[in-house]
Each structure stands twice: as C-alpha cells, then as structure tokens.
C-alpha cells in the first residue's frame, strides 16, 4: 500500500432527499485525488444545506462509510435528509496511536509495517492541513513573539506593534476618534450589546468633550437594531481622558435606545 496523494479532507455534493429511492454512495473523492483514511470513525463530517449553515454530522445515525479507506475507495452515504446542491465536507482525523508490536527474533512482516508507515503519513497530512489554517509569519522572519498568559490576554485584543511584534490592549485604547470621525456599528436585539462607539456628524464634538455622561453613540447600520442609536452611555463605562474612544459593552436598560433623530 501507498499513500499517493496529499488529500485529507474534500468535499462532495448531495442529492434531494427521495424516501422512495434508495441513496446511492458517494465517493470519497475529488479532482486532487481520494481521500484514504484507516478508520471511518476517524473521519469529521459537517454537511451544509443550500444558504445554509455547517451542521456537524453523527457518524451512524447521520450517515455511513463503506468501502477500503487504505485503498482510496472508501465511499459516503448519507441516511439523513439533504437537499440537491447540498455538500458534505469530509476531514480526516486519525487517531495518534501506534499499535503495531514488534517482537525481538521475530519476522518482520512487510504488510504490517508499510501500514504503520500509511499511518504516519496520514497524521502527518492532518497536521498539515491544521497548521495552514493558523495565523503564522512568513517563513523567512524570526519568531518575535511569546504569547502572554491567559490573566495577560483576558478582555483584550491583539495587535501588531510598528516593530512587527503584537501585544494585547483593551478595546478602549485601539482606535482614537477625531471630532469627524463616524464609525456605524450593529445592535444585537438578543443581548442588547453593540460594537463600537462613534460620534454622529449631527453632535457636536464639544458636547462630548464637555460632559461624558452625554456620549452620544452611534446610529446601527444593519440588523434588526437597524436606525435605532445609543444616546446615553451604558452604566460602567468610563471615559479615558478627553479624546472620543470606541467603547464596547452592554446596555443597562432599554430605554438608553432611541432615535437621534
């Protein structure tokens, strides 16, 4: 047996759901080739509806595998419902074991290790494919940065300082508005929470300066808080020196929602 393609997840289309026809297999494989794996419970499968969302599939109760995943003929067969169009996506996650055992004196079956060799090659391909969706530097730029510990990174975000190194600020101290600045921001009806803070260009700046209890935020640009502002500042935040900041929280009582008019 070989390994010979660098294919560890894929993604395949789905049929309308037909009770009265039975649901053909689907190959387990692509245009950059098929996707071996060792065990079918080693595999993830997320299906999504047409305009849908990733909903995560129950390997048995959801769908079934068949097929020789070591030979690339493995196949998917989908017992729950979708719809025409629909996709499956399928990754591998291979198990981090060893169980092959090789005894002193003893022969060394060449089966047996070419599929510990498989295997390795397959975790190897897993890793990869996690290791290109992480946020990395370029190759060629030494490693400047150790994250701090968690009580460092609560409540804040990461930026890149102008030496290319990051830190972690408080939402507060990112973004200083001037007196022009108008920056729109969404209202989430469920938690009654928003984003980011501005100064609408109908405020005057002095105002703000003036008197802090007087923050007038912005007006929402999208969702169902959609022409809806914040005009008074939500209990427990605080001004940080004389500069317009952005803020980010949660309003204490409806009726700090209004319309600036």
Not at 133 to 152: M, N, S
């Amino acid at each position: 047996m070989t390994i010979p393609v660098k294919v560890s997840e894929i993604s395949v289309l789905t049929a309308a759901f037909d009770p009265e026809v039975t649901v053909d297999p689907i190959d387990l494989t692509s245009g950059d080739g098929a996707l071996y794996f060792e065990n079918p419970a080693d595999l993830v499968v997320y299906y999504t509806a047409p305009g849908g969302t990733a909903v995560l599939w129950d390997y048995g109760a959801d769908y079934t595998i068949a097929g020789d995943g070591m030979l690339g003929a493995g196949t998917i067969t989908p017992v729950a419902e979708t719809e025409a169009l629909g996709v499956l996506h399928v990754s591998r996650d291979t198990e981090l074991l060893q169980p092959a055992d090789y005894e002193e004196g003893d022969g060394f079956p060449a089966a047996t290790h070419e599929h510990v060799e498989d295997k390795n090659r397959l975790i190897d391909q897993d890793l990869q494919r996690e290791i290109t969706r992480t946020l990395r530097i370029p190759r060629y730029e030494d490693v400047l940065t150790i994250l701090p510990g968690k009580a460092v990174r609560a409540g804040k975000y990461l930026r890149g300082k102008a030496d290319g190194t990051f830190e972690f600020v408080v939402l507060s101290t990112i973004n200083a508005l001037n007196d022009s600045d108008t920056i729109d921001f969404t209202f989430d009806p469920d938690t009654d929470s928003f984003t980011a803070v501005v100064k609408p260009d109908s405020v005057d700046a002095a105002l703000l300066h003036a008197s802090q209890t007087d923050i007038v935020f912005g007006r929402a640009s999208a969702g169902a808080g959609a022409g809806r502002s914040c005009w008074r500042k939500p209990a427990g935040l605080t001004a940080i020196g004389s500069e317009l900041h952005r803020y980010h929280g949660r309003l204490a009582a409806p009726d700090q929602i209004g319309d600036l008019g």
